[in-house]
């Protein structure tokens, strides 16, 4: 059996090489959960005490639209790239990008709206955590919509 060692920079290796040749992804994504300022809540059901609020339209807390930035290794892919599985033929996607692994990125991805990657609007599909030792990045599985193809 052989081991295999990594070197205990491995991180910072991966780090440097995604600031050296990626490129800047945006995560647009829907906030919510923060309270309504501009009515109040009902304490029973957590929603507006005023259905026809401006803020809110009735929900009782705040949608924010949100972005978050940051370098990615970006590879394109051709737009019929797919696998055959049991359940069928499974399109991958467009586009996938590999960004550094942060606690938030998860929830921010599963709630995103879509990305931007190199002036073009993606959707994303799935994504995989990915390294060496410990999590170290998270690799995005993203689809272009035909409708909005250039």
């Known amino acids: 059996m052989v081991n295999i060692i990594f070197p ?10 995604r600031d050296t040749i990626g490129r800047n992804v945006e995560i647009h994504y829907t906030s919510s959960g923060v309270a ?3 009515c109040t ?17 009735g929900l009782g807390y ?15 892919t ?14 991958t996607g467009n586009c996938v990008v590999t ?3 942060l606690d938030t990125l998860p929830a921010i991805i599963d709630a995103s709206d879509y990305f931007l990657v190199d002036d073009i ?9 990915r390294g060496v030792q410990e999590i170290n990045r998270i690799a ?4 272009q919509d035909p409708r909005e193809q250039r």
Request: some cysteine; hydrophobic content about 30%.
């Open 62 to 76: 705040a949608e924010t639209s949100l972005m978050y930035s940051g370098m990615a290794h970006v590879r394109w």
């Open 99 to 101: 960004m550094e692994y």
């Open 36 to 38: 309504c300022t501009t």
């Open 8 to 17: 205990s920079n491995t991180k910072e290796i991966i780090d440097e090489i």
């Open 140 to 143: 995005v599985n993203l689809q």
């Open 78 to 91: 051709n737009v019929d790239n797919s696998y055959k599985a049991p359940g069928g033929k499974i399109d």
């Open 121 to 129: 609007k993606l959707y994303y599909i799935d994504y995989d955590l």
């Open 41 to 57: 809540q009902d304490s029973l059901t957590g929603r507006s005490t005023d259905p026809f609020c401006p803020e809110c339209g």
